[in-house]
């Protein structure tokens, strides 16, 4: 009979216990999307921090004249430190990037996220962003992207 109760809380809790591990995992994601990607390569943060929320492998892969380009993240962090030495100043209000999440898929250490980044309240890109989560918690290891037309 204890056995019978204790696998009936088993399945009512579970789901509740896993919907929450979930949620954790997606706010640990957004954390480093956020910090690495939107505040650190779009609006000029430290270096540190991008590297940390960047796999070394990572590649951006983008869809140039029918051609798959690949830009690792080693060349984004360069020309970051370029921009950076050209103009140290932090983005303007109008100048920020900012971000939204529509979409969040973890399955185990893998995650897709779907972002829009947005300038001056107009879409700029809806990525796509592939991550793994690593001894040293998730990562970035790829993008793919579709750039809006501007107005």
């Known amino acids: 009979m ?24 997606k706010e640990a994601i957004k954390k480093v999307i956020q910090s690495a990607y939107v505040d650190g390569l779009q609006n000029k ?24 380009t690949k830009f690792p993240i080693y060349s984004w962090i360069q020309y970051h430190k370029k921009k950076l030495a ?8 109008e100048e920020v990037v900012t971000c939204k999440f529509p979409l969040i898929d973890v399955t ?8 829009e980044l947005y300038k001056g309240g107009n879409i700029l890109f809806t990525d796509y962003l592939s991550l793994y989560k690593f001894e040293e918690g998730w990562q970035i290891v790829s993008k793919i992207y579709f750039r809006h037309e501007q107005k």
């Open 2 to 25: 204890k056995t019978i109760k204790l696998f009936i809380l088993v399945i009512i809790f579970l789901p509740v216990f896993l919907a929450a591990q979930d949620d954790s995992e």
């Open 108 to 115: 185990g250490n893998a995650a897709m996220v779907k972002i």
């Open 86 to 93: 050209e103009n140290p100043n932090p983005p303007t209000a």
């Open 45 to 68: 943060g430290p270096v540190s921090d991008i590297e940390k929320g960047f796999h070394p492998g990572f590649e951006l892969l983008g869809n140039k004249n029918n051609e798959l």
